[in-house]
């Protein structure tokens, strides 16, 4: 009897140690916030630019975007179902077939892309299917007993992100990763109070992983199959600081910021975070402005700033829906391309010798009706 208690007691703080807390003094990379510059020109920070028109298609009719994933040159978008593209634009298949048979689905609340499949969780009906990343056409399903609000699969191993805890008891991790074939669980990290609250663009993806953002703290964290990482931090200077306090009141009342619209200098709301092989972009706010963080790896210096000055034709790289290796992607409606030749004038931007033969033709041979466009930046 003694030895079947033991193994008990062994297995249970087994349980507990697999809670993973990344060291907060060792962030792989910091970026010092004691300046941000008003405005920046579009040249400074950006290499180039290409504009892809998304083929319009009786098959992808593309509704509200809410994500867009970028791999191995193909484009994932995100609306009511994924619509897939290839690196022109050109359109393969949809995925899209609503409701409870087991090849359906009811609500795309999170999409993963692996190396053969493509996921989409189901948060309605609480499981997650595959489809062939090929042709888009249903393989399996699995039913998922807990409740997470979504989960990202990576081949064998799965992350689980339970916002908000969904009513689960104080000592519960905001993060689980488990394998994908067996439901084991490989560790469990965030469970501070902070991490709970579901944030708008606080979570991203880089590659396999996903990037969390410590909205109150400035922090991010990369959250892998293995290991959860201190990843990315803003350094600010005290007078920009919230106290512990103020930090406090807003982590218990769930509020984004007490002083949003006062001119008190103060820098909170590390967000819409993602990298490619040399760069880091994220987004924050400082009073009532927001600020643009582009953090250079290699240099480890950044540059903060509030906007962007354009001339005909640019758009300027305000936020991002995704990144890949060496490009941040963007995306614009056909109607919002519409207005942008409304007010500049076709006649201008024919007239702009900075911007290419290519480029021009996609602004102009965009219609109202048409998809939209992903716009694919290189930084410097």
Request: glycine share 4%.
């Amino acid at each position: 009897m003694k030895r079947y208690s033991y193994l008990i007691i062994v297995l249970a703080l087994w349980a507990c140690n697999r809670n993973q807390s990344p060291n907060n003094a060792h962030f792989v990379y910091t970026m010092n916030v004691s300046h941000v510059v008003d405005s920046i020109s579009f040249d400074s920070i950006v290499e180039g630019i290409d504009y892809i028109q998304l083929e319009s298609h009786p098959q992808a009719i593309i509704g509200e975007i809410s994500d867009l994933i970028v791999d191995n040159g193909n484009f994932y978008v995100i609306s009511d179902g994924v619509y897939c593209f290839n690196q022109a634009g050109k359109f393969k298949y949809a995925i899209n077939q609503r409701g409870k048979e087991r090849s359906e689905f009811i609500e795309c609340r999170a999409v993963s892309v692996s190396e053969k499949f493509v996921y989409i969780y189901d948060g309605a009906s609480m499981k997650i299917l595959a489809f062939d990343k090929d042709n888009g056409k249903y393989i399996k399903s699995k039913k998922i007993e807990d409740s997470p609000y979504r989960i990202y699969v990576n081949g064998d191993d799965m992350i689980l992100d339970y916002a908000d805890f969904n009513g689960r008891d104080e000592n519960s991790c905001r993060f689980s990763v488990k394998n994908f074939n067996t439901d084991a669980i490989k560790y469990n990290c965030m469970n501070a109070e902070r991490h709970k609250a579901l944030i708008e663009k606080q979570l991203s993806r880089s590659s396999t992983d996903v990037l969390f953002s410590d909205y109150y703290h400035c922090n991010t964290y990369k959250i892998t199959a293995d290991s959860c990482q201190a990843y990315f931090s803003l350094d600010i200077p005290q007078q920009f600081k919230y106290s512990k306090s103020e930090l406090d009141e807003m982590i218990g009342t769930r509020v984004l910021s007490l002083k949003n619209e006062e001119n008190d200098g103060k820098i909170i709301g590390l967000c819409n975070v993602h990298e490619t092989n040399e760069l880091i972009y994220g987004e924050c706010k400082q009073s009532n402005q927001f600020v643009h963080i582009l953090y250079n790896k290699r240099l480890g210096s950044g540059l903060a700033y509030n906007s962007v000055i354009v001339s005909s034709g640019q758009i300027a790289p305000i936020s991002f829906f995704a990144s890949d290796a060496g490009h941040f992607y963007s995306i614009m409606s056909a109607s919002e391309i519409d207005l942008i030749k409304f007010v500049q004038g076709e006649d201008k931007l024919k007239r702009n010798q900075e911007l290419s033969k290519r480029n021009l033709q996609t602004l102009l041979d965009c219609e109202p009706e048409s998809n939209p466009i992903i716009i694919k930046y290189r930084l410097r």
